[in-house]
């Protein structure tokens, strides 16, 4: 059924959402988007399903946007690209509010829409290796669509340190800046995702699903309107030189002509 992600549930109603493109760190292609708005639906209408834990295959849990869909989005008009980032953001509203507890297990690398995958878990927990970046800015662009997930996930006060240099941090400093519940040997990963699936199981799923509702109409609101806006600050930044200059270098393997020697 699908072919860039795997959904597998046991006989507690314990399903494992995993991002299946191995070879390619998981990294978010058009396909992969849509089959993950698809699967936040079908698990969050399946009276099975108690708990999805979301994780990634190998080695990384995401590596950020998939390069054939980014040079795709580079070469695309504006409303090619604006629809584009409106399939990034409408899958993370779609695991935002999936009415079931949603468990993050994160590995190797998380970076762009990786991070914002992790900001729309309700619990999200690291291997201690695990390194993190919002690294849109490298590339002239900005991390536009997963913006309100990072905030409401780490406050602007935390986002301010990360948010817009493209800083790569390691899983101790996520858990400092909210992004991650705690950080654990690649080892005890498991066992620390366990640990959050058990509780849940003893909980009436009516009562979770209100539960979390009424939190995401008390937190921070994050609608359509809140949506288009990002996807406008995004459409509009791929118009710029910078952003055309950013993804040229980063496929021509240079610096772009703005990075300075630091040494």
């Known amino acids: 059924m699908f072919e860039t992600i795997a959904i597998d549930v046991d006989a507690r109603g314990v399903a494992t959402l995993t991002l299946n493109r191995p070879e390619k760190h998981n990294a978010l292609s058009a396909q992969m988007l849509a089959e993950l708005t698809q699967a936040a639906g079908d698990l969050g209408t399946d009276d099975a399903v108690r708990v999805v834990v979301l994780r990634g295959a190998g080695k990384s849990f995401c590596a950020g946007g998939d390069l054939g869909w980014m040079r795709e989005q580079m070469q695309g008009d504006p409303d090619t690209r604006a629809r584009e980032a409106g399939k990034l953001a409408y899958m993370l509203q779609a695991l935002n509010t999936l009415p079931k507890p949603l468990i993050g297990a994160l590995q190797g690398n998380a970076f762009g829409g990786g991070v914002g995958m992790a900001s729309v878990c309700d619990v999200a927990i690291g291997a201690d290796h695990l390194k993190m970046g919002l690294t849109e800015t490298r590339l002239g ?123």
Not at 166 to 186: K, M, N
Not at 194 to 221: D, F, H, N, W
């Open 141 to 263: 662009i900005i991390p536009a669509t997963i913006g309100p997930y990072v905030l409401a996930r780490m406050g602007e006060g935390h986002a301010r340190r990360v948010f817009m240099s493209s800083r790569i941090f390691g899983a101790a400093e996520a858990v400092d800046l909210g992004l991650l519940a705690r950080a654990v040997p690649a080892g005890d990963l498991d066992g620390a995702i366990e640990a959050e699936v058990i509780p849940y199981l003893s909980c009436a799923p009516g009562a979770v699903a209100a539960a979390k509702s009424l939190m995401r109409t008390l937190g921070p609101q994050i609608d359509d309107g809140t949506i288009a806006t990002t996807i406008n600050a995004l459409k509009t930044r791929w118009e710029t030189d910078e952003a055309a200059e950013g993804i040229a270098a980063f496929f021509d393997k240079r610096p772009a002509t703005w990075v300075k020697n630091t040494t």
